[in-house]
Structure formats: C-alpha cells, structure tokens
C-alpha cells in the first residue's frame, strides 16, 4: 500500500509557519522582500531497521531566505512529507504529489506570524539536493553505474 494512493487534504498548520528569531536577518534577504521564500529541498530512502522489508523516504526543505549558519538547524528543516512502502518510490507520483503541494500553498500564501506582524508569502523552489543512488529515479535515467547513466555525457560506459 502507498501512503500516496490517497491523496491527504492539505492541514491548515502546514500553511502557517511561526518563525521564532530575528525577523531583521529574515526580511533582509532579496527574495523575502518580493515576498517569497526560497526553498532547497531534499529527499533519500532510508531503511527504519537493518532487517526491515520497507523503506522511508522523506521530503525535506530548508529556507534559503534564513541565514546560512541557521539554516540547516534540525530545528529550521520542515519535512514536508513522507513515502513509506516496500519499494522506492515511484518518482512521477511522488514529485508530483509534492508540486502540488507547493502549488496550493502557493495559491493560498504561506503565512508566517512573527512577534509583531503576520506576512504572507509564496514558496519558490530553487533547487534539490540528491545523493547519486537518488538522483537517478528522480532524472528518469539508469543509475550512475549502469549503462548510460552519466546525465552530463552520452558514452554507455561500461558495466561489467
């Protein structure tokens, strides 16, 4: 069964975000000022156990407008969602699952309440991070051992 077979209404906490900080170092950033956020996002499988038949595959997404010495704290990376099955995700579901996300949170603006005011901004993917075993079904190509699987050049290698 994938979690994703159904699709879960968007709750209205994962539209609003309270920031705890210094809105100062926030609002500073170009694209905070055009009234976006930029986002990194990430994802990777995991097995919760060694002996475990099932893998994780989580979404993650760091703040690009946050200060870089803040922004990768445990505390400022937001896990947008999860896969949780026997296999690895397949890669179209899941990511479009995941852009539509991003499209209603955009199509509604993310509020953001801070200490004294509240803000509303749209989320702006800039780009993803990926491990090379991941990169692979999300690229819709062979893995990086295997035959033709080097996305910058066209030679098949070879596998042995």
Do not use: Y
């Not at 156990?49 to 893998?55: P, R, V």
């Not at 179209?92 to 004294?116: D, Y």
Request: aromatic content about 10%; hydrophobic content about 40%.
């Amino acid at each position: 069964m994938h979690v994703l077979e159904q699709k879960p209404k968007l709750n209205a906490k994962l539209s609003t975000i309270k920031f705890i900080g210094n809105w100062s170092t926030l609002q500073l950033h170009p694209l905070t000022r055009k009234g976006e956020i930029g986002i990194v996002f990430n994802t990777d499988g995991v097995s919760p156990f060694k002996s475990s038949l099932t893998t994780i595959w989580p979404i993650f997404i760091s703040l690009i407008n946050l200060p870089p010495r803040v922004r990768s704290l445990k505390r400022n990376i937001i896990t947008c969602m999860f896969w949780f099955a026997k296999s690895k995700p397949q890669m179209s579901l899941f990511l479009n699952h995941f852009k539509e996300i991003l499209h209603k949170i955009n199509t509604t603006g993310l509020v953001v309440k801070m200490p004294t005011c509240t803000k509303t901004f749209s989320l702006k993917p800039l780009f993803g991070v990926f491990d090379l075993v991941a990169k692979a079904p999300i690229l819709n190509m062979n893995q990086f051992n295997g035959k033709n699987g080097c996305p910058s050049c066209l030679h098949p290698a070879q596998v042995h």
